[in-house]
């Protein structure tokens, strides 16, 4: 799953790719390069931000604006790649409606249905796929927040009742995907555990989706290894050692910056797990 972010202020890319020509252009070079699925989101949630419909120090995005965004994006890759799986990451209802309508088939909420209550019985209406992603409170509370106590275990617990949320509205079984939110509410302490019990979460019983790409976990590792800060853009290395480190685990999809890179650590690794299966 390539990334698309359409936003001025996206921790790793931001302003990049704000005009609609530059994303489809990135996103089709990230098809070129062995994307399989497009994620294509117009608001950051990086820490700090507010949430749309709540007071905070950041204005947050609108839906209207959020789709003026992507729109043109989703337009633009629907008719140069007809072929292309597409993704929205949006949290809310009114967003990820438009742009199912639009030509997108599956929504990836950052929340799991928390942040905008019509968005289980939207996604139930529009039949569409969902990937429901763990995290811990808001992006405003994340920096106050302590380690978790258990971080796989409350990741585990929490995604399954946001299942049972999804059942409750209508949302099928063969929708879902989980992501147990790589750095969303998680302190450093939180991440690496949570990374080496990936395979914890196989338990819930869904497909899992990992999206560890240029966390601030891993710089700050890397940083404390070359005795410098490390730029978003500087962590591929340590990307792909967690973005492996998931798939040897169970990861169905992995959610990445860097696709051609990605793609070929993949191969070897789902050929390691190939030659596992074989010997078992």
Known sequence: MGIINVTPDSFSDGGRYLAPGRAVGHALQLMDEGADILDIGGESTRPGTAIHGEEGSSAPVSGEEELARILPVIRGLR????DAILSVDTYKASVARAAVEAGVEIVNDVSAFQWDKRMAVTCAELGCGV???????????WKNLGPSD?????VERDLGQRVEAAFEAGVEREQIVLDPGFGFGKTF???YPLLARFEQFQRVGFP???????????????????GREVAPGERLYGSIAAMVACILQ???IVRVHDVKASVEASAVADAMLAALAKSG
Do not use: C, W, Y
Request: aromatic letters at 2%; a positive charge.
């Open 79 to 82: 008719e140069q790649r007809p």
């Open 131 to 141: 990937v429901l992603m763990h995290t811990r409170g808001r992006p405003r509370e």
């Open 150 to 154: 258990d971080i796989a275990a409350e």
């Open 189 to 191: 302490d939180d991440n």
């Open 208 to 226: 899992l989706l990992a999206g560890p790409s240029r966390k601030s976990f891993i710089g700050k590792t890397i940083s404390e290894r070359v």
């Open 250 to 252: 169970g990861a169905h």
